[in-house]
């Protein structure tokens, strides 16, 4: 362990201990029918020196500190990231099922979103992420589209889900190439039999693009920002008023029209 390492974990046991770590949860929602499908749990830490301290810094230690113990006592389906780090230990996947055997969650509540990283590749992980398959605990392969993810590790690895980066949801409304790569990778998830999820939707103008491009579950600030556990409920009962309103507006279907026109045009 590096001296930053050291110091790191310090603070991070102070901030367990001071209670100054949370979690907070975003509603990830169905496309068909608008109803929760699982949360994305998100850890804040804001430590008093350094500020906020990035999730992929501390994560990695979080893991050996019951992090895992309090999302899961939750009793909703949990989506957590995993720092490809932790992913290197052969042993990894067997910890997370005692785990989820100690508070008594099913493993197929479970998934974990996993980034890849210029020195992790997926690929070299396909030990592990094949036992976690084999436990039932789902995979989906985050921020996709970006970065280091590539096409390869879709035909290799044992992914159940693909999130699609936020970039490519941003502008589209605006760009047709965007939405024409949203629409392939949409397309190629089913192909390979996973389920295609949006994340970043912001307005409803993308939201609608979204669904109409057949993807089946969406995750952003208009379906909710990440959320103190105690609002969830209350959100989930609100969120069911919004949901056919979100939907309701006749004019969307001239303009879907015109847009799948314009897509089959290209
Ligand atoms: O890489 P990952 O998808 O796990 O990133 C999660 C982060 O994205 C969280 O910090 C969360 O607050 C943020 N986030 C969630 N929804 C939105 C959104 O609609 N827009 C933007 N800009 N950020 C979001
Ligand atoms: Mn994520």
Redesign the pocket.
Known sequence: MTAADRKLLESFERALARQELRLVY?PKVSLRDGRLTRV?A?VRWDDPERGPVSPSRFVPLAEKHGLIDQLTKWGLKTTL?ISAISLQRLDFPDMVERLCREMEVPTDRLVL?L?EGATQQFVKLMDTLTRFRIKGIGLAI??FGTGYSSLLQLRQLPFTEL?ID?CFVVDLPSAHDSRLIVKTIIELAHGLGLVATA????TIEQLRLIRELGCDVV???LIA??LEPGDLIGWNEDFKRRWPELLSDESLELWSDVEANALSER
């Open positions: 975003q994305e998100l990231n979103e980034t985050d921020d999130k936020r994340e970043g939707v912001e995750q952003g600030f920002p990440p």
